[in-house]
């Protein structure tokens, strides 16, 4: 009987020896739970204030087709809204052309299409094409994922050089993109081409100026030549001996132009478009009812529109009613100007590979013509008051023309055609 209670006694130590091992066990389970749960909760809460502030922005990813591969796409917050800008590689097989509505980019989020243009307008098999549009009024927060699509229009050139367009088919592509919104420091992109005797390198970006974006774009053109002698002299003795030396002689000069642009309007007081600062020559152009410009007049049409030049980077006249002034800056000096009061001028490019800017100023509007190859930059508009400006770089040797069509009669226009060498 002693023995049968001693064996239950053991039986209840040993159970509850189970159970208060079994309760540790299950304490220390639930405690080590709770210690991964809070753990991946602070790693959550880490990771969403570190995105909320970080200054890195995840890369974007973007597609268009195999032939048109889409190097990078960035959306950059501007001053006056963001721009979209889409880098690619000609892999088409043949030269493309572009022309100055060659990219459209749709935004789901605003509902909306924005136009803009895909540079440079003629692009070999291989070179890096670089698209841009401007959103005006587009906002998101920086670090935002946008999710556009777009489409890409251009031309397969006949020739390598696209020197005849007559004709041909329009081809309509079109894309997509994974895109973080960015600071305006990262709209930065290059590209680069190189052939065997000449190499160019063109570099976009958006700074701010008074009221609009400036665009500036760096060209540089890069030109080799190699020339090469050969001379022969003979001996003759008992023997014939022939002695041949070859020089070659390598030259290379290069040239290299930024240009930016900028644009304001105003109904009073001093009107002012400010420019970068730094460069060797700025352009200026002002149409409405102004006075005392800034700059050095080199054409105006009774002071309702002028043109000119000067050294200061702030293009600015006086208004009490309205005025609407455009200006461009080049890193070069000791243009060929052309100018003149009428609807229409030409000018002449004697040396090939010159750059371009073309100047208009009209109180009561229109449309312009410019020549192929040659990009509109800035087209300020205050009701019909209209200044234009555009480029043409890297332009051949010939003769050019530019002319407006006016929107409403009654007004002669002022241009101004300056040509660096």
């Keep these: 009987m002693e023995g049968t209670y001693n064996n239950i006694k053991k039986s209840q130590g040993r159970i509850v020896t189970e159970f208060k091992t079994q309760s540790a066990m299950e304490f220390m389970s639930v405690y080590i739970w709770t210690i991964i749960i809070v753990a991946v909760f602070l790693a959550a809460v880490s990771l969403i204030v570190t995105s909320k502030n970080t200054t890195t922005y995840t890369p974007s990813t973007c597609y268009i087709s195999p032939e048109l591969p889409c190097i990078e796409a960035v959306i950059a917050k501007t001053n006056i809204g963001s721009n979209v800008m889409l880098v690619m590689t000609n892999d088409m097989g043949a030269s493309l052309h572009f022309s100055s509505d060659s990219f459209v980019v749709m935004i789901s989020l605003v509902g909306k299409s924005y136009q803009g243009e895909c540079l440079p307008t003629n692009v070999t098999q291989g070179e890096t094409i670089r698209c841009n549009a401007t959103m005006t009024g587009v906002t998101p927060s920086l670090g935002a994922q946008l999710f556009p699509t777009f489409e890409i229009r251009y031309n397969i050139c006949k020739t390598s050089s696209c020197a005849d367009l007559t004709g041909l088919p329009t081809y309509n592509t079109s894309g997509s993109a994974t895109i973080y919104v960015s600071p305006q420091s990262a709209y930065v992109t290059t590209t680069s081409v190189t052939s065997t005797t000449t190499s160019k390198t063109s570099t976009s970006t958006t700074v701010l ?6 665009i500036f774009t760096t060209y540089t053109t890069t030109s080799t030549t190699t020339s090469t002698s050969t001379t022969t002299s003979t001996s003759t003795t008992t023997s014939t001996s022939t002695t041949t ?177």
């Design 209 to 214: 100026a008074s009221t609009t974006a400036t």
């Design 245 to 421: 030396s070859t020089s070659t002689t390598t030259s290379t000069s290069t040239t290299t132009a930024f240009v930016s642009y900028a644009s304001s309007s105003c109904t009073s007081g001093t009107c002012s478009v400010s420019l970068p600062t730094g460069y060797s020559y700025y352009i200026c152009a002002a149409t409405g009812s102004f006075s005392s410009p800034s700059w050095t007049v080199v054409d105006n049409n009774g002071g309702a529109d002028s043109v000119g030049y000067q050294t200061s980077n702030i293009c600015s006249a006086s208004t009490t009613t309205h005025v609407v002034i455009a200006g461009a800056g080049i890193m070069q000096t000791s243009p060929s100007i052309t100018y003149g009061v009428s609807t229409s001028g030409s000018y002449s490019v004697s040396t090939s590979g010159s750059n371009t800017i073309i100047v208009w100023a009209n109180p009561l509007g229109g449309t312009f013509a410019i020549p192929s190859g040659c990009s509109a930059q800035v087209s300020p508009t205050w009701y019909n008051n209209i200044t234009y400006i555009a480029s043409c770089m890297g332009q051949g040797s010939g003769t050019y023309s530019s002319s407006i069509t006016i929107a409403v009669g009654g007004s002669t226009p002022t241009y101004g055609f300056y040509v660096f060498p």
